[in-house]
T-cell receptor, first 114, second 114 residues
Framework: SQTIHQWPATLVQPVGSPLSLECTVE??????LYWYRQAAGRGLQLLFY??????ISSEVPQNLSASRPQDRQFILSSKKLLLSDSGFYLC?????????????FGEGSWLTVV | AQSVTQLGSHVSVSEGALVLLRCNYS??????LFWYVQYPNQGLQLLLK??????LVKGINGFEAEFKKSETSFHLTKPSAHMSDAAEYFC????????????FGTGTRLLVSP
């Protein structure tokens, strides 16, 4: 069966510091990968998605970037964090061979920028 | 572009009462629709999904939802609420063409009282 791992679970970082959140999927190959952010009191916003190694699409302009160095690894980064980057970040994956596939989420990472 | 509206950021019910969480969608093409549940400090778990088969979809934990094209709705129901149903519920939509991007509503928090 497939599993998704995301870490760290919680992170407190000062403004201006770098960020790296990692996500790996096991039990499948060539998945679609996603990063979502959930801000307090708001829904989920799609930040990035990837259909293959090195292929990243950004949904909103912001202070963050994503990379996919390996087939089942997805990394969310920032060179300098802003207070507004605080939130709950969710990595997710889906099969990419047909429409209507379920998107499966990791357990999330709480980021607090202070 | 597709979108989702969830009416009511909070819904309160008594244990044993009917649960009704509302979701209306907007999509220029036939949609796929999902309901996810999120327990505190956790990722999202799929409850059920509609992918153009039966319009009445049964999910986990006794939940079900009915796709009504004429009303552009996909409301989530459960005949009898349990305390363990207290969580946040998200409706989401994606198109059946092109790359699958899941667009979420802002969520509805379900409160269950004894």
């Amino acid at each position: 069966s497939q599993t998704i791992h995301q870490w760290p679970a919680t992170l407190v970082q000062p403004v201006g510091s770098p960020l790296s959140l990692e996500c790996t999927v096991e039990g499948t190959s060539n998945p679609n990968l996603y990063w979502y952010r959930q801000a307090a009191g708001r829904g989920l916003q799609l930040l990035f998605y990837s259909v293959g190694i090195g292929q990243i699409s950004s949904e909103v302009p912001q202070n963050l970037s994503a990379s996919r160095p390996q087939d089942r690894q997805f990394i969310l980064s920032s060179k300098k964090l802003l207070l507004s980057d605080s939130g709950f970040y969710l990595c997710a994956w889906s099969l990419n061979n047909r429409y209507g596939n379920t998107i499966y989420f990791g357990e999330g990472s709480w980021l607090t920028v202070v | 572009a597709q979108s989702v509206t969830q009416l009511g950021s909070h819904v309160s019910v008594s244990e044993g009462a009917l649960v009704l969480l509302r979701c209306n969608y907007s999509s220029s093409v036939p949609p796929y629709l999902f309901w996810y549940v999120q327990y505190p400090n956790q990722g999202l778990q799929l409850l059920l999904k509609y992918t153009s088969a039966a319009t009445l979809v049964k999910g986990i934990n006794g939940f079900e939802a009915e796709f009504k094209k004429s009303e552009t709705s996909f409301h989530l129901t459960k005949p009898s609420a349990h305390m363990s149903d207290a969580a946040e519920y998200f409706c989401a939509v994606t198109m059946n063409t092109g790359f699958q991007k899941l667009v979420f509503g802002t969520g509805t928090r379900l409160l269950v009282s004894p």
